[in-house]
């Protein structure tokens, strides 16, 4: 039974396409027919049941489709949802997240309980989850803290996912095109409706981009969340972009770097810009290309003097991004300033296991009332969250395990003997990095989909790397497929 996928999937693909053009005649025939006789559509419900029952079968068969159908409705977030009337709306990543969890237990059963591969972080991810549900004894509303627990080891769950049903890199690269791709029309999408809202854009920039209607958030709660989305597919089309492959490749992937570059612009969120900035400069430093920065700037200021809208756009951007160092302290770095403040206070007098997981709200409003920080009391940063939720030692397993991806990450790039590997390898390392430092101004890290799944990624590269390299497991894992064959 251990080969029983394999086989399925790499039967003649002709036999396919052509039982595939059968069943198109045969449908369309039949919709030539109701048609002319003014019948119901049914052969169309038909056609689309077909299609969808193929559609499993072929995730079934070959699961990086599912990977990938997961990581487009991660994309996608709330903007297409599934009993979107219902008590509990669930989105696309929902469900297929869950069809793939009950895809991968049912494939583990077919193939005879065959070994699962591991994360190499089996023992860490342990320990901290092993804190967090302690941790919940003590915490002051242990009911949302439990079950915001139960949503981050659930998540976690897609590292195993993708570890075990990446094969090759190229496989990788299917996944982020896939990102690209939806990045693409949701980024286009984005800003056409911001050049379309000058209105909106000037009461942005009177409202210090507190105001949450006139920032791009396609599908996403919060503005910072949808300007993220884009880090992975950046760093990759930066990546394909500085490397040496072909000419027309680089330029492909220059127009598509500066569609999902202006829809992080429109977000408004400089959490997102500087992460993309910090990325952007590891990636000009790694690849030694600094010049296309100055044709990027060249380009940019051209196309600001031939859209006027443009100019309302990027005024706005300016003001935000020297807020930055200008030292002057707005509404946001003030707030921001009190939940560090507090967040000090409350390690100070928890510092060893913390006020609980999901304890920072009510400890942090015994410092600070609501009218303060005008209703702000969520942790801003992941790592002060970590400090004053688990204290000491969560901080040490926390630090610990991002330590460990960085090391793998960079480890992937030292692996690396082909330029595409590199990019691939290059291109995650630069991702996480954007991801670490946008979390230190924004909370909710641990439940970021496309967070976990570019870890996953990480992951699922070294552990190919890792073989291609290491000629003992390499011919450990060819003997174990011919005696399952």
Known sequence: MSSLFDHIAVKDNRTEWLIA???VLVFAFFRLVTWSMGLPPL??????????VYGITRTVTQPVLLLILITTGSLLGNLILIVEDGLIPFSLFQIFYIFGL????????????????????????ALFFSLIFLSIIWTPDAEKAFLHALRVLVLSGLLFLFVNWIKKPQEIVWVIYSMIAVGAVIGAIAIIETINNPIAIVQDMYTEGTRLAGRARIGQVDPNIFGSLFFLPLAYLASQTFSGISYWKRVLSALFFLILFAAVLVTFSRSSWVSVLVMLIFL??????????????AAGIILVIAVPELQYLLQNIFNRFIDLFSGEVDTSN??????LDGSLRIFFDSWLLGVGWRGFPDAFLSYYNLQE??????????????YSELGLIGLIIFTFIVYKIFAMAWHNIRLSKTL?????????FAAFLAYAVFYQFIGFGFLDNQLWITTGLIIALNYYLRNQNDPDEATSSAQEKITAA
């Not at 052969?43 to 969808?52: E, S, Y």
């Not at 009950?102 to 991810?125: A, C, H, N, S």
């Not at 030694?288 to 990027?296: A, C, I, P, T």
């Open 43 to 52: 052969d169309l419900v038909a056609l689309a049941g077909l299609i969808f």
């Open 334 to 339: 003030f707030i921001r300033i009190m939940l």
């Open 102 to 125: 009950l895809v991968f237990v049912m494939r583990w059963f077919m193939t005879g309980f065959e070994p699962i591969r591991k994360t190499g972080f089996e023992l860490e991810i």
């Open 420 to 428: 595409a590997h590199k990019n691939i390898a290059v291109a995650l």
């Open 21 to 23: 053009g059968g069943v």
């Open 373 to 386: 920080t005008l209703g702000v009391y969520e942790p801003h940063n992941v790592i002060y969250q970590v």
């Open 284 to 297: 000009a430093v790694f690849y030694r290309q600094y010049n296309l920065f100055l044709f990027g700037a």
